[in-house]
């Protein structure tokens, strides 16, 4: 079974680097083509809908690492009082719980993915496209109901504001497995492997940026600490 989640320590700053490539999961609401903008700020954005049990080897993987940061800062607080008010934080949950048009729960999840497009560094590039032969595409459109994978990289977080720890999950490549069309209800080498019987484009851009390898590092800005 292949792995999920890889990390790497930085032998310079010995700061952790965790890079994912998700399940594959159905997009919803996808804004990889154009950006998504609220509130003044704009993201290129993707839910992923997949069953609990495609879900759970990918949780398995990242909770351990999520669960050890949250007792690092914790323990890592300058005092007593510092420490109790982090032990009350609330530790979100990785993925949510899809639920269908009266709230009750499909038995499906929803893996949140985003690429800030504005950093504190410039602008981001957007996310690269692979087909599932592994080879770089070029989209118009890719419209919810189609069959994605992705990847790039986690940034753990303790955020003061919302009194929470989590994983925020960044976007820096997507595999198109099967790509819908508003019709039908809607680089080089990558970390993606080939998925037999998928999509294959038909035309290749390798001026595109390639996929995330292992150890690569964060480039986007987040209100996060």
Known sequence: MSKHITTTISKKTGQQYINYISPIGVAHFPKLIEPDEYEGVKKWKTGLIMSADAADAFIAELQPLLDAFVQETIEAG????????????E???IMKDELDESGEPTGNV???????????KGRNDPPSFFDSFNKPITLDS???GSRVRCAGYV???CMKGTKSFGASVKLDA?????????????????????V???????SADTSRPTAPQSGS???????EF
């Open 196 to 202: 037999e019987g998928g999509f294959g484009g038909s």
């Open 78 to 89: 300058p005092n007593v009082a510092k420490r109790k008010k982090l032990e009350a934080f």
């Open 217 to 223: 590092a964060p480039d986007e800005d987040d209100e």
């Open 91 to 93: 530790v979100k949950e």
């Open 155 to 157: 940034m753990l977080y």
């Open 110 to 120: 929803i893996l949140q993915v985003s690429r800030n497009v504005e950093t504190k």
């Open 174 to 194: 997507v595999q198109v497995i099967e790509l819908r069309d508003k019709s039908s209800g809607g680089g080089g080498g990558s970390a993606f492997g080939v």
């Open 142 to 144: 890719l419209w919810g």
